[in-house]
């Protein structure tokens, strides 16, 4: 698998199914973590991405510390506006993963301190818009990086 998509504490089913459709095109595993701002069974959620779901390579975590915990390993990346590197400078590579924060807040800024080094920002052209769709902003960093993977 090319990539692991990570939302932490999504709030809205549509962008997180529209996430999950997006995952699968992409050849990415999705990893929710808790707590959600729906249930997992809302058929919202399922409609979003359509009858992919059940082909989906889904993994839960009750919170964060479990995720960080179990992917210590891992080479990750966030995104986040308050970053100042832009996600073109991220040195993609297979099997990392993209962590999103929730669609309300973003991440947290106790992960945004622990991460710094490891921040990035899709740019916004005009001071009218704080943020993209969480969902815009998951297609366009993965398949940015599926673009970098052919080189």
Do not use: C
Not at 87 to 97: A, Q, V
Request: aromatic share 12%.
């Amino acid at each position: 698998m090319p990539y692991n998509i990570v939302l932490i504490e999504p709030e809205i089913h549509t962008n997180t199914g529209n996430i999950g459709r997006l995952s699968l095109a992409s050849g990415s595993i999705l990893h929710l973590v808790k707590p959600f701002g729906f249930e997992i069974t809302d058929s919202r959620l399922k409609r979003a991405g359509l009858d992919y779901w059940k082909h989906i390579e889904l993994h839960t975590y009750e919170n964060a510390d479990e995720f960080f915990e179990m992917h210590k390993d891992k080479k990750m990346t966030f995104l986040s506006s308050h970053a100042k590197k832009e996600y073109y400078d991220i040195p993609y590579e297979d099997d990392m993963f993209f962590v999103f924060g929730k669609e309300s807040a973003g991440l947290s800024k106790q992960i945004t301190d622990q991460f710094a080094d490891q921040l990035y920002k899709i740019p916004l052209h005009n001071p009218h818009i704080r943020s993209l769709n969480l969902a815009n902003a998951v297609g366009i960093v993965v398949y940015e990086g599926l673009r970098n993977l052919r080189k």
